[in-house]
């Protein structure tokens, strides 16, 4: 039985799955061979938004209420995949990953919240193996360009030196816009689940959370502020190095080591050279905003002119301890968190539909799910560049 729509949009009435809309209605207009809806809780609010955006009467909107069994069903067998903006996964997540492994049907989110994504591993990666669904999380600003910064990095290593590094360090050079409500949300929700559960605090200070059964060697920290030999530079603690460590030993590990058993990886932040570079690393590394109160809430993000004049310069830094060393940069042309995640995670989701076809079911991260096609595709369509650099 053929199914009405390719992807549904879970939470696009919501900040980001707003922008998401607004793209695919953009980018796959009707017509444009993809068939996709708008989906939420409120069918009244569905409308709403679908007036506001300026898209098409007809725009389909289907209700999809993860707390309802009934309409969790009904959603698996209106979809091939779904896309969800809707966190914290922890909170909003565990009954839409357990309905699309056991229906079969592919799942794509914006999650940086590793101990959960250990969880949905354990609880249900078997039964998305036996129903072939590809659930995939992390699609965003964590961990795609990270990731698929790595993977790149990697594949031409090998072409160049005949095997991987073993090293690889990612540094984060510029970035403008501010980080989402969401991750800020996500953020809380998960020290509250560290506070009420020890076993949380493990996985989430254990670099290989993601990989059961697989320990590799020690990794840096990169929790306190530094002078990087490999640039001479200060660099300090970057936010979202804990979701995207994990991810890239994920991505390792379901390539079958392919970068090897012994792979090291860290990410920090660039702060400069000299006195005023070790000033503001340490800055930075004090900076509790992010834990705070009075960030973005659920829901509120920047501007369109703010999105819009957003970046990202991310430089990875491969050594196979030969002294063969390898330097890719991937950069974004809006802000990390809003305008450059809604442009990825639609892109990766039709990447999944289209062009992995091949992969099979499981729990996935981007590079292995998908790879050098979505690398393609986000630098044909979301505005970014993987390039390898002259020092």
């Known amino acids: 039985m053929t199914k009405p729509f390719d992807i549904v949009v879970h939470g696009a009435t919501g900040f980001t799955g707003r922008l998401v ?37 007809d725009t389909p909107l289907v209700v999809t209420d993860s707390a309802s069994r009934e309409s969790m069903q009904a959603l698996m067998a209106q979809t091939r995949l779904v896309l969800t903006t809707v966190g914290p996964y922890q909170l909003y997540g565990n009954e839409l990953v357990a309905a699309c492994a056991a229906a079969g049907v592919d799942y794509v989110d914006l999650c940086g919240e590793p101990a959960w994504m250990r969880h949905m591993i354990d609880a249900h990666e078997a039964q998305a193996q036996a129903s072939g669904a590809r659930i995939v999380f ?10 698929l910064g790595v993977f790149v990095l990697q594949r031409e ?59 590799g060697p020690r990794q840096p920290t990169g929790h306190k502020p530094m002078l990087d030999e490999a640039l001479g530079m200060w660099v300090a603690p970057f936010v979202m190095a804990a979701i995207n460590t994990r991810n890239v030993h994920r991505s390792n590990f379901l390539l079958q080591h392919a970068w090897g058993t012994d792979f090291v990886y860290d990410e920090m932040l660039v702060t400069g050279p000299g006195e005023k570079g070790e000033a503001i690393a340490n800055a930075v590394a004090n900076d509790k905003s992010m834990g705070s109160d009075k960030g973005p809430k659920p829901g509120e993000g920047p501007s369109r002119e703010e999105r819009e004049a957003g970046f990202y310069d991310v430089l990875f830094l491969g050594d196979d301890g030969q002294g063969n060393t390898l330097r890719v940069g991937v950069k974004g042309d809006r802000d990390p968190g809003y305008g450059s995640t809604s442009k990825m995670i639609a892109e990766a989701a039709v990447c999944l539909l289209q062009e992995a076809a091949a992969t099979p079911g499981g729990i996935w991260t981007p590079a292995p799910a998908m790879g050098e096609p979505l690398v393609a595709r986000l630098q044909a369509n979301a505005g970014l560049t993987f390039a390898v650099e002259t020092a």
């Open 21 to 57: 809309v607004e793209y695919l209605l953009q980018r796959y207009p009707a017509g444009s061979g993809l068939r996709w809806a708008m989906g939420g809780r409120s069918a009244d609010k569905l409308a709403a938004v679908r007036d506001e955006l300026g898209a098409p009467a």
């Open 138 to 147: 992390s699609c965003g600003f964590d961990s795609i360009p990270f990731d």
């Open 157 to 215: 290593m090998k072409a160049r030196f005949g095997h991987p590094a073993s090293r690889v360090r990612g540094r984060v050079r510029k970035m403008k816009g501010t980080f989402s409500g969401g991750t800020a949300a996500s953020l809380k929700a998960t020290m509250a689940a560290s506070a009420a559960d020890p076993k949380v605090l493990d996985l989430l200070k254990n670099p290989f959370s993601l990989t059961p059964g697989f320990e």
